[in-house]
């Protein structure tokens, strides 16, 4: 996988512009025609201290949010510290609800997941990551609840001038304007934004509101141009890994030092897999709700915990806190590529910016890139280790 | 149930969801319930919907999530075989909330069931072989399912060898079923009990399974091995198998891993390139060993 930046816009196809001043407009449009906007939005200061870190970063932390009718996204700077997934696979959801009638059980489905929506300001790294996760979601079986929310949304990237030294989606194949999992970009310039659907949905989309776009002018398809290669020639300096080798090492280098010591600072806490973008992990659990009936629910997973993968004779195939961090790397970067023909993530950089013990994904691959390449030393393992 | 929200005149309901979805069960009827042990049971289940109950097939060490409502989900292997249809059983331990929920169920309750999910041992492929089970404990739930399979189809295969052990007397599971097997002249049965666990009127063998498993020396000759049991005995066997001659293509087991999903979403079963439940459970000699030691 080489770190080429994608440019998606059709050859020849005109670019639109969308001034600053149509953005209530359109969100307006689209409140009138029930259509659901999700977009990045300020969150409320839980406390004094988050305000002054507010205050301190120079703007608001973002979230996406369903945002209130008529209610404009925050297209700005910023990443938001949850990725879009949750939208798609919800945090928790009800798959069924059941009611017991003496030894009988009836179950009533919920509604289809179907709301006609648009996602507005969405991040490159967290749309990429819903066409990665669609792979293991209709591997065999079809899971309808998240595909019926990929087919009722439509998605716009917003090209991103690269958050922090965290970022890494050019080193995963991916782009700081790239429109993967999505059906158009969005491209701030002067006065607005440009936008270039990428899709057929996308192209439905501008033209339902064609009459909030203009043509953009060639002076502002350059100045477009330039941020977003300024972006990308940022971000790849950050890291730059072959994919390829680095599965290939991660595979056969089980017993590594390298690669079993890398959780040695983990708390198992889970953050890194709750603001993943890719970490798809569900555990699906009953609950009751007085006597008789309930309904099942799944609910974010991560493999993190120790009982993630518990038996229930007390037998715990990973038993400690490497082995978990390790299986982490190991699905990403090793299994998902050899499966699905990609990583499992997307270069946002968000489980390092968020983790408490500060361990840093993008050193770690870095470290493993470095021993991928370096000649095979005597000795080495050459396959996982096999039963012990 | 009679007092649930009133019925209103009618309002456009949202418009339910038209088919399951991947995770919705089928509904069963326990029909007969045996206790294997004190805390083991099998539950014999019918579909409630009679189509399924006619259409229904799997193959053998095939698995399914159980539900109980209330409770949750449940893995276990279908102990019984293809070749007896009509209805399925599972046999499983009570050991925390859904086992425990299950083994409140009684005869015409109703549970869920998902499935048949995962791989299977390749039966077909064996006609003309010998066939030698080994399982411990409750390990011969699964491999229950595939004993009837082949005896079900006698002719097509050579010796059937069956050796099954458990930590005691007490502890083995199907006790009709051994009896019945040992009774038969087409099958070399052979029954131990761990040291200690035996009871003075035991007339089997006394010692650990991949022990016995040496001292019965079956020939590797035109013979699969199927071996399942606490990984322990599974380690243990390995090599008393490999020393007697089987090669490691002609040995299977079956994983047991924790699962939630069963479809291969939940990533919970994943280890080395596998998910156990769509590449598994059933794996031979061969791929076990390339597996991380994570199972």
Known sequence: ?388 | MSTVAPQHEARPAPEARPAPTIYEPNLMTVIDLVDETVDTRTLQLEFKDEALRESFAFHAGQFGEYSAFGAGECTFCIASPPTRAGAIECTFKTVGKVSAALRELNVGDTMGFRGPYGNWFPVDDWGGKNVLFVAGGIGLAPVRCVIWNVLDRRDEFGDVTIVYGARSVDDLVYKRELEEWAGRADVNMVTTVDPGGETPDWDGRVGFVPTVLGEVAPSAKDTVAVVCGPPVMIKFSFPVLADLGFADDDVFTTLEMRMKCGVGKCGRCNIGPYYVCKDGPVFSATQLKTLPPEY
Not at chain 1, 99 to 115: N, V, W
Not at chain 1, 142 to 165: I, Y
Not at chain 1, 189 to 198: A, H, N, Q, R, T
């Open chain 1, 1 to 388: 996988m080489s770190a080429t930046p994608e440019t998606d816009a059709a050859p020849g196809a005109e670019i639109l512009f969308l001034a600053e001043g149509e953005l209530a407009g359109l969100v307006a449009d689209l409140a009138t025609a029930a259509v659901e906007v999700v977009g990045p939005a300020a969150t409320e200061p839980a406390s004094p201290a988050a305000a002054a870190a507010d205050v301190l970063h120079g703007r608001p932390e973002l979230e996406y949010r369903t945002l209130a009718p008529g209610v404009a996204p925050l297209l700005a700077p910023g990443m938001p510290r949850l990725s879009l997934k949750g939208f798609f696979l919800p945090q928790t959801e009800a798959l069924f609800a059941w009611r017991q009638h003496g030894t009988e059980i009836e179950i009533e489905r919920g509604e289809a997941s179907a709301r006609r929506r648009v996602a507005l300001g969405v991040k490159p790294c967290d749309a990429a990551a819903l066409e990665i996760v669609d792979h293991v979601m209709n591997w065999d079986f079809a899971d309808q609840p998240w595909n019926e929310r990929r087919v009722a949304t439509t998605v716009f990237t917003l090209a991103c001038p690269v958050e922090d030294g965290s970022c890494f989606c050019t080193a995963v194949g991916l782009a700081p304007d790239g429109t993967r999992g999505a059906d158009g970009l969005f491209t701030p310039v002067e006065g607005g934004w440009l936008v270039e659907p990428s899709t057929e949905k996308g192209a439905a989309f501008v033209a339902e509101h064609a009459a909030r776009f203009a043509t953009a002018s060639a002076a502002l398809v350059d100045e477009g141009a330039e941020a977003r290669r300024a972006a990308n020639e940022r971000v790849a300096g950050h890291l730059e890994i072959d994919a390829e080798s680095v599965r290939e090492w991660i595979a056969g280098h089980f017993d590594d030092p390298l690669l079993a010591g890398l959780g040695v600072r983990c708390h198992g806490c889970g953050t890194c897999a709750s603001v993943c973008p890719t970490c798809h992990c569900f555990d699906i659990v009953d609950e009751t709700d007085g006597v008789g009936k309930g309904t099942r629910r799944r609910s974010w997973d991560t493999c993190q915990t120790g009982k993630f993968t518990l038996h229930a004779s007390g037998h715990n195939p990973r038993n400690d806190q490497n082995a978990r961090f390790r299986q982490r790397l190991n699905h990403k970067f090793s299994i998902y590529p050899l499966r699905f023909g990609e990583v499992l993530c997307t270069g946002c950089g968000r489980c390092s910016r968020e983790c408490h013990a500060g361990q840093d994904l993008v050193e770690m691959l870095a470290a493993i890139d470095v021993a991928a390449r370096r000649p095979a030393a005597v000795g080495a393992e050459t396959e996982s280790g096999g039963p012990a």
